[in-house]
């Protein structure tokens, strides 16, 4: 069964930059990042497939993030640049099985979310 633990949360001025942790256990062939702003629904990030290590991300972070992980200590990573006051919500850590999916409905465990605010 798989557990998940985010960290790196924080306050950023736009432009900025900040890494967020996901330490996990368990097995899942796809991990991925999720946010939430307040008043808006949670939306899909960027995911990696653990089987072949791809990785798909949404329109609005393309180029800007970077999901990464590193198998030896299980943890999963979310290296964010050129942050914008947009991208400003908790974001959280998802386990799954289908490939390059940003649904919520792929993703059966989540970890308890971190907040990420841009402001200058």
């Known amino acids: 069964q798989d557990s998940l633990s985010e960290s790196g949360g924080g306050s950023v001025q736009p432009g900025g930059s900040l890494r967020l942790s996901c330490k996990y256990a368990?097995?899942?062939?796809?991990r991925a990042w999720f946010r939430q702003a307040p008043g808006k629904e949670r939306e899909g990030v960027a995911t990696?497939?653990?089987?072949?290590?791809?990785?798909y991300y949404a329109d609005s972070v393309q180029g800007r993030f970077t999901i990464s992980r590193d198998s030896a200590k299980n943890t999963l990573y979310l290296q964010m640049n050129s942050l914008k006051p947009e991208d400003t919500a908790v974001y959280y850590c998802?386990?799954?099985?289908?490939?390059?999916?940003?649904?919520?409905?792929?993703?059966?465990?989540w970890g308890q979310g971190t907040q990420v605010t841009v402001s200058s």
């Open positions: 998802a386990a799954g099985w289908r490939q390059d999916s940003l649904m919520q409905l792929d993703y059966y465990r």
């Open positions: 368990g097995s899942s062939a796809s």
């Open positions: 990696l497939y653990t089987r072949t290590g791809s990785t």
